[in-house]
């Protein structure tokens, strides 16, 4: 499980331009399900998927994952658990350009040390789940948007994530490529990830994929609820 008590998030702390994007959150993420962060643009969402994932620190709050508090962990050990446990989907997919699809999938894994023939065939067949071999010397540019989503997809599951974190993954999809996100996502449920996705698309709330529906807004939570 990962818990967030009471955390809050404030950017430019002590200046004109001082935001407060988190409000004094607690949650619990329970492991094996699908939780679904619910709200519009400014809500917190994004901020609160940046915590939960260890990619930020809250400003005030503790967090703990399996029971252990990681808030004041030296950043070198947080690396190490968003490496091994964290895959991201992010909405903008911020794949590189100019290296290949195949290049793109191995790049999280790099700080693993693992050899690089050994990586290599590890991502081909991880895009090959997804369709992609045909499409791994391909250049990130050379791709449809749907394939970019799929490479992006790929590459959050390298590291052999437990949980999956996705960011408005459907924001730059249309109704068909969404659905078929979507159905990937069904896929990897089932698989015994656990997965966290926030977006403000009623095709991500409204499907039948979540267990739990976190409603966000103005960095508060205003409702939580399992769909059970």
């Known amino acids: 499980m990962i818990r967030s008590c009471d955390i809050s998030k404030v950017f ?28 519009p643009s400014g809500s917190g969402k994004t901020t609160l998927l940046g915590i939960l994932g260890c990619m930020a620190r809250p400003t005030t709050g503790r967090i703990f994952f399996d029971e252990r508090e990681i808030t004041s962990l030296p950043e070198r050990f947080l690396t190490d658990i968003r490496l091994k446990t964290f895959g991201f989907i992010f909405q903008q997919f911020n794949l590189i350009k100019g290296i290949t699809a195949l290049d793109n999938v191995m790049v999280p894994a790099f700080p693993t040390g693992e050899k690089h023939a050994s990586l290599k065939k590890r991502a081909f067949e991880t895009l090959e789940l997804f369709n992609m071999g045909h499409k791994a010397d391909a250049k990130t540019e050379w791709l449809s948007g749907g394939e970019a989503q799929r490479v992006a997809i790929a590459r959050a599951l390298i590291n052999r994530p437990s949980i999956i974190i996705a960011d408005e993954p459907t924001a730059h ?14 896929t990897l449920k089932s698989e015994g990830k656990t997965i966290i996705l926030a977006s403000h698309d009623p095709i991500v709330y409204d499907s039948d994929l979540g267990d739990r529906i976190i409603e966000m807004r103005d960095g508060h939570v205003i409702e939580d609820g399992n769909l059970a």
């Open 173 to 186: 999809l249309d109704t068909r490529l969404s659905h078929e996100f979507m159905e990937i996502m069904a």
């Open 12 to 39: 430019n702390a002590g200046k004109p331009n001082e935001y407060k994007a988190l409000r004094g959150i607690s949650v619990d993420i329970a492991l094996q399900e699908v939780t679904i962060l619910k709200g």
